[in-house]
């Protein structure tokens, strides 16, 4: 994956910051389009990510409009089938996952990523990996310097670096986080007979979401406060095969404002433009569909059309996408800022059960 700039101050069309989904799915459409186009990404891929590895059923569309469905299929991965919600006191309520084509599917981000960065390449991107954005300036175009002393110059430029976006930090724009949570996460020996099921469990110091990956690992998140984090962590120890030197990665902070809406030719997608809850399990679809988005409100301005209009254009899908979605979300976060309020719902829904399963249904019905 090197298609290395050899020359400082290349001009592109699109400079993108973060080649995680928002940002390779940005750059592949732009490409796409027939923009010249640049990725920017700090890490090296394969690599992975604090993430509950859930693909969301409405990821489908986008990844076909990629090429990509085949492909994901190819992937080492575990289709699910259910959600089973369990309360702090052991209660449990199962809800199905849609089964046909549209189906939820577990993959290692380290995978997934790394396909989705690559069909980038793949599309004619110029990806330089293990580069990181140092400064950036206006002057009708973005010229952007790296920590490797080499300037960039594009027409536009999109944030896509996650939610700690840096170009948001470099721009003044960066919201303070609203609430500080910690998560950490891990892929572990999957237990015997776990099954094909998404485990949303309730604790008293905050919640644990579990997933098998493939045959032989499980994805374990653990969200708490910076002063639960370690019960939790003991929580898990106890509960799962878990070796003693382990490695957690880890994340902070799990929710924040989101960034002001776009201006000049200046974008933000994925996380670095809105921070949704992650036990929703939406984030990777949100990054796909936005940068999709992104990358048409682009190719419209680099072929002249007017930016302002366009602009507002892309401020208006956006609201779309996440239309009639934002209270599941603020609804899952009390639930889990709360776990016993969480509790008390898993209770309800042992009696009535349909609530629990209009909201699954909810998230996991069909988008653009
Ligand atoms: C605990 C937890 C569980 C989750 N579970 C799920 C789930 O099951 N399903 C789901 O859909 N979503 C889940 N999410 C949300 C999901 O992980 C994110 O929404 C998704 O990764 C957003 O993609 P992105 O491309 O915007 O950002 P990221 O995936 O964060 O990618 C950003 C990229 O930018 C790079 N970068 C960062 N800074 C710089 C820089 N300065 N210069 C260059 N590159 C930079 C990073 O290396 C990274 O590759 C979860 C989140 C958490 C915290």
Same mark, same amino acid.
Request: proline share 6%; charged share 25%.
């Given at each position: 994956?090197?298609?290395?700039?050899?020359?400082?101050?290349?001009?592109?069309?699109?400079?993108?910051?973060?080649?995680?989904?928002?940002?390779?799915?940005?750059?592949?459409?732009?490409?796409?389009?027939?923009?010249?186009?640049?990725?920017?990404?700090?890490?090296?891929?394969?690599?992975?990510?604090?993430?509950?590895?859930?693909?969301?059923?409405?990821?489908?569309?986008?990844?076909?409009?990629?090429?990509?469905?085949?492909?994901?299929?190819?992937?080492?991965?575990?289709?699910?089938?259910?959600?089973?919600?369990?309360?702090?006191?052991?209660?449990?309520?199962?809800?199905?996952?849609?089964?046909?084509?549209?189906?939820?599917?577990?993959?290692?981000?380290?995978?997934?990523?790394?396909?989705?960065?690559?069909?980038?390449?793949?599309?004619?991107?110029?990806?330089?990996?293990?580069?990181?954005?140092?400064?950036?300036?206006?002057?009708?175009?973005?010229?952007?310097?790296?920590? +490797?002393? @080499? =300037?960039?110059?594009?027409?536009? /430029? $999109? #944030?896509?670096?996650?939610?700690? %976006?840096?170009?948001?930090?470099?721009?003044?724009?960066?919201?303070?986080?609203?609430?500080?949570?910690?998560?950490?996460?891990?892929?572990?020996?999957?237990?015997?007979?776990?099954?094909?099921?998404?485990?949303?469990?309730?604790?008293?110091?905050?919640?644990?979401?579990?997933?098998? +990956?493939? @045959? =032989?690992?499980?994805?374990?998140? /653990? $969200? #708490?406060?910076?002063?639960?984090? %370690?019960?939790?962590?003991?929580?898990?120890?106890?509960?799962?095969?878990?070796?003693?030197?382990?490695?957690?990665?880890?994340?902070?902070?799990?929710?924040?404002?989101?960034?002001?809406?776009?201006?000049?030719?200046?974008?933000?997608?994925?996380?670095?433009?809105?921070?949704?809850?992650?036990?929703?399990?939406?984030?990777?679809?949100?990054?796909?569909?936005?940068?999709?988005?992104?990358?048409?409100?682009?190719?419209?301005?680099?072929?002249?059309?007017?930016?302002?209009?366009?602009?507002?254009?892309?401020?208006?899908?956006?609201?779309?996408?996440?239309?009639?979605?934002?209270?599941?979300?603020?609804?899952?976060?009390?639930?889990?800022?709360?776990?016993?309020?969480?509790?008390?719902?898993?209770?309800?829904?042992?009696?009535?059960?349909?609530?629990?399963?209009?909201?699954?249904?909810?998230?996991?019905?069909?988008?653009?």
């Amino acid at each position: 994956m090197t298609n290395e700039i050899k020359h400082t101050m290349k001009t592109f069309d699109v400079a993108i910051v973060g080649g995680g989904p928002a940002g390779s799915s940005c750059a592949a459409f732009c490409a796409l389009a027939g923009l010249r186009t640049l990725v920017l990404e700090r890490e090296r891929f394969p690599r992975e990510k604090v993430c509950g590895d859930c693909l969301n059923p409405s990821c489908w569309p986008v990844l076909k409009r990629l090429g990509l469905t085949q492909r994901v299929w190819d992937l080492p991965h575990s289709k699910l089938t259910s959600v089973e919600f369990i309360a702090i006191d052991g209660h449990k309520v199962i809800v199905d996952l849609p089964t046909a084509e549209h189906c939820e599917l577990s993959i290692k981000r380290s995978l997934f990523d790394d396909l989705l960065l690559k069909r980038a390449c793949d599309l004619g991107v110029h990806v330089t990996e293990e580069t990181t954005v140092t400064t950036l300036a206006h002057d009708g175009d973005w010229k952007i310097e790296t920590g +490797v002393h @080499e =300037t960039l110059c594009a027409r536009a /430029l $999109v #944030g896509a670096d996650g939610r700690n %976006s840096t170009v948001a930090r470099l721009r003044n724009l960066l919201p303070r986080p609203a609430r500080e949570r910690v998560a950490l996460q891990a892929h572990i020996p999957l237990p015997r007979n776990f099954g094909k099921r998404i485990v949303l469990q309730f604790l008293r110091e905050g919640y644990s979401g579990q997933a098998p +990956v493939n @045959e =032989t690992e499980l994805n374990l998140c /653990l $969200v #708490g406060t910076p002063p639960t984090i %370690s019960r939790l962590r003991q929580w898990a120890q106890q509960n799962f095969e878990i070796a003693v030197d382990q490695p957690w990665r880890t994340i902070t902070p799990l929710t924040r404002a989101p960034v002001p809406c776009p201006r000049e030719n200046f974008l933000f997608i994925g996380d670095a433009a809105r921070v949704v809850e992650p036990f929703t399990g939406e984030g990777i679809y949100y990054a796909l569909r936005s940068g999709e988005l992104a990358a048409g409100a682009i190719a419209k301005i680099i072929s002249g059309k007017d930016r302002q209009f366009t602009l507002r254009e892309f401020a208006r899908a956006s609201a779309e996408m996440y239309r009639g979605r934002l209270w599941i979300n603020r609804l899952a976060r009390a639930a889990v800022l709360s776990p016993r309020i969480g509790s008390l719902f898993v209770r309800a829904a042992r009696i009535n059960p349909s609530i629990l399963k209009l909201l699954t249904a909810k998230i996991v019905s069909p988008k653009l």
